[in-house]
């Protein structure tokens, strides 16, 4: 049982490169959620999903988009990379029954 | 806007003392709060839950209280253990989104 997986772990951007943040999920779960967590800041929500086909804005949105076109996958994108956008990007989502989270292992994204 | 906060300052222990951390939230009571363990440079794992009607629950040397009156979460972990040094969070939620406190790193030395 892999829980969930977050695919790539480390990622080297020059500023203004894209890329996507891959996070699956083999619980079947609805929720699914995408926090970045910077030194001395803590854990913050990015973005947001409760189901297939549906996203929603969490605390930090801006400069990045989501897409759940799977139950099972919840993708990050960053269109434009920024220096500001340098951060370990966690992936969770979250069990019905009991509310708890289950996170990835985190993908560790420098952009210079 | 409710804020939930932790020590920042890390805390430092003797193996076999209880670790107390503290959780504060301002504003509404949440309808449940939790507790995580984080280890570096891995993700968070759940600890324990508990819900505003609930005043303390226990999991094996782990022990949460909430006092609503105090707005106030507190953690407990005794006998602690070297083992136990990791980065400890607290989150509550609010609708369908879960805020994070800023975490408190816990040192237990031998």
């Known amino acids: 049982n892999a829980g969930v997986t977050q695919t790539p772990k480390f990622r080297v951007l020059k500023t203004g490169q894209s890329m996507t943040l891959l996070c699956a999920q083999d619980m079947n779960h609805e929720y699914m959620y995408w926090y970045r967590q910077d030194p001395g800041m803590g854990l913050r929500l990015i973005h947001y999903?409760?189901?297939?086909?549906?996203?929603a804005k969490g605390e930090v949105p801006d400069g990045y988009n989501v897409s759940r076109l799977k139950k099972q996958n919840f993708l990050l994108g960053l269109e434009s990379a920024a220096p500001s956008q340098t951060s370990v990007y966690f992936c969770?989502?979250?069990?019905?029954?009991?509310?708890?989270?289950?996170f990835g292992e985190g993908s560790r994204l420098t952009v210079l | 806007s409710q804020k939930i906060e932790q020590n920042s300052e890390a805390l430092n222990i003797q193996e076999g003392k209880t670790a107390t951390l503290t959780c504060n939230y301002t504003?509404?009571?949440?309808?449940?709060l939790q507790w995580y363990r984080q280890d570096p440079g891995r993700g968070p794992v759940f600890l324990l839950l508990i819900r505003e009607n609930e005043k303390e629950k226990r999991k094996e040397r782990l022990k949460v209280t909430f006092d609503t009156t105090l707005k106030q979460s507190l953690f407990h972990i005794t006998a602690s253990q070297p083992a136990d040094s990791a980065t400890y969070l607290c989150a509550y939620n609010a609708g369908n989104m879960f805020t994070f406190g800023g975490g408190t790193r816990l040192m237990v030395k031998p």
């Open positions: 969770a989502s979250r069990s019905q029954g009991t509310g708890e989270l289950f």
């Open positions: 999903s409760v189901g297939e086909g549906t996203t």
């Open positions: 504003n509404y009571s949440p309808a449940y």
